[in-house]
């Protein structure tokens, strides 16, 4: 498959360099912007970004690498998101956690993200979602939950069509 | 002729300033060069320097940009206090009050300030390295066993000062990928990386090569180039050099020798007019390896990995270890002589030389020396390949400058080479003295050999020419012989022997006096010392020199 960045795409991609003195400060923004078009961030894409900075691959690579949130495989159209930080560790984050992937036929002792077969669902723990007196907290893909009850975990699990 | 180079080039008189280290008091610059020789406010860890007071440290490295991560040169100081008024404290003695920093500091990278006080030896100094070290080991694999750098480690030396006999970590630790292939001639062990950047500064910062960086995050940390893209820049082994743990080991050597067992001998690069200087670690009469030397004149700490890798030739199986006469195994003493009594009955411009500008001063100068004597021609070879931007040169003959010096080629190199060749096919050279060149491939056919009446060569490795030579003397690498060469830009440096010759092999300097002796009589250079000497005396460029006064990296004469 080959990486193609459609033109309005780069036309934002080129606005948003105009917002930094130094073309590299952009890197992030143009992560996002990649990430959330294409879902995540391929080798082309880290290359392609690298090219447009006049940085090398491996100085786009560092942050892709560093920053959990990019993405540098494909994942489910519904990508479940734990809190596993203290409060919601407390709160019964691990049992909701674990509940998702017995669910979704996933593997709950597997570290890092994992998405279904059917490329429907992904679930992954990550650290605090600022909703710590709610514990335990999740999201699903821009939603967030709170209080999040195995009951209420299936409720959302259903509404995901 | 010459100009004295001091390593560092004198800069205009710089501001000094007084600070004390434990106590003592020293002067120091306000400003010293940094990494690029730019002049920048003098460091805590470099007044420590010249106070002669160890601080240990890990990424501070004095030929590349200050990173600061480490934290293994944290020190305490004070400077003096100041009143409301803005002016110094006085103590009752009437010194200034030193108002002690609350707080430790990087010396690496905090400029010093005048009164400064800098303290190294406190207890709280003292736990601050042992802390920093501890954390460092906490996922170390503690594989010194079988690692290359136990021996040169930073890790291990600082562990005996600062160390810890038992870890007190109990968790497990964290594994990390072990012997990546990271380029063509590195290997990275990222369990012994420390994260000091020293590599990835060196390849961004010097080499110009951003090629290296730090992915993932937290204690999962890892040097790594971008998939795809080997580390191969022809200086990526001065990483290895440059990394204080045994995370970066050159592919060459690894598992090849302990280093305690090498034998190092200063020496010199011979794989192109760079002259990068540098120390030859052998045993055993074996070559293990080539590391830079530092010399500021020349190739600050660094070399090329085409320079540094190419030793083994030296070691080839087919090196020429026997004298020959006519084919048949003879003595230096026998061929020696008869080759002197041919040269002192050959008439006037039919003798001809072509010298290797591979050859060292000494012996082109010698050679020079019997050209004289019997009126005859010479020439060298040329030997080139593509330049890059940092060390190496177009010019791949160690010695160019001497063989012009010494009055054995002209500027231009090679423009005698059609005169021999033609004069031998007229007949009137008779005699063609080769030393380390294969002719046949520079436009003196194996046919045109042929015709001679006598053809004299030395060598060190089999070539069409020696296998047509009716004298062969075989010769030495620079690592088996002392001498010195004149670098491109006139730097005369020595180098010293680090293995024996092999077989009968002689250093032609040694047999070259034996032979110059014998035919013009001249004699007084028993040692390479008065060779040398005799020849500065001679040659107007090197006037003035003495093997001594040369030191460990020479001296920059006009050329
Ligand atoms: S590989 Fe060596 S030089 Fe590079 S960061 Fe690690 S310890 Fe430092
Ligand atoms: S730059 Fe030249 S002298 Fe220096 S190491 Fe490379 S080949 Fe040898
Ligand atoms: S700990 Fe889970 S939201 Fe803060
Ligand atoms: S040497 Fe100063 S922080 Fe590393």
Known sequence: MSFTVPPNLEAEIDELITHYPVKRSASLMLLHAVQEHFGYISQEAVEWIAKKLGLQPINVYELVTFYPMFRQQPVGK??????????????????????????????????????????????????????????????????????VSTAKADEIVSQCK | MTTQETAKPAPPAIEKIKVKVDGREIEVPKLSPDYTGKLVPTTMLQACDAAKTDVPHYCYHPKLPIAGNCRMCLVEFGTPALGPDRKPVMNPDGTPKIAKSPRPAIACATPISPGMEIYTKTPTVKQMREGVL?????????????????????????SVDYGQSASRFVEPKVHKPKAVDLGPRIMLDAERCILCTRCIRFTRDVAGDDALGIINRGSYNTISTYPGMPFDNNYTLNTVDICPVGALTSKDFRFQMRVWFLKETKSVCTSCATGCNIVISSREEKIYRYTPRENDAVNSTWMCDYGRLNYKWIQREDRLKDVLVRGQKSSWTAALSEIAEKLKQAPTGSVAIVASARQTNEELWLLSKLKAKLGGIS?????????????????????????????????????????????????KIKTLIVFGEDVTKHGISAELLGKLETLIVSDILPNATTAAAHYLLPGCAHAEKRGTFTNTKGRVQKFMQAVQPKGDARPEWDFLHDLV???????????????????????????????????????????
Not at chain 2, 391 to 411: E, K, M, S, W, Y
Request: glycine letters at 10%; proline letters at 4%.
């Open chain 2, 379 to 427: 020439d060298s070879i040329e030997r080139t390949g593509d330049a890059d931007k940092l060390l190496l040169v177009a010019d791949r003959n160690p010695n160019t400058n001497g063989a012009r010096l010494t009055g054995i080629c002209f500027t231009e190199m090679g423009i005698n080479l059609p005169k021999i060749a033609d004069g031998i096919a007229s007949g």
């Open chain 2, 134 to 158: 501890e954390s460092l080991l906490i996922n170390h694999p503690l594989d010194c066993p079988i690692c290359d750098q136990a021996g040169e480690c930073k890790l291990q030396e600082y």
């Open chain 1, 78 to 147: 519904y990508q479940i998101k734990v809190c596993r930080t203290l409060s919601c560790a407390l709160g019964g984050s691990h049992e909701l956690y674990k509940h998702f992937c017995t669910k979704l036929g996933l593997d709950p002792h597997q570290h890092g993200l994992q998405t279904t077969k059917d490329g429907k669902f992904s679930v992954e723990f990550v650290e605090c979602l600022a909703g710590c007196g709610m514990a335990p907290v999740m999201m699903c893909n821009e939603d967030f939950y709170e209080n």
């Open chain 2, 517 to 559: 002796y014998n035919v013009t009589g001249k004699n007084g250079f028993l040692t390479i010392e008065g060779l040398f000497n005799e020849m500065a005396k001679d040659v107007p460029a090197f006037n003035g020199l003495t093997w001594a006064a040369l030191g460990n990296t020479g001296v920059t004469v006009t050329i």
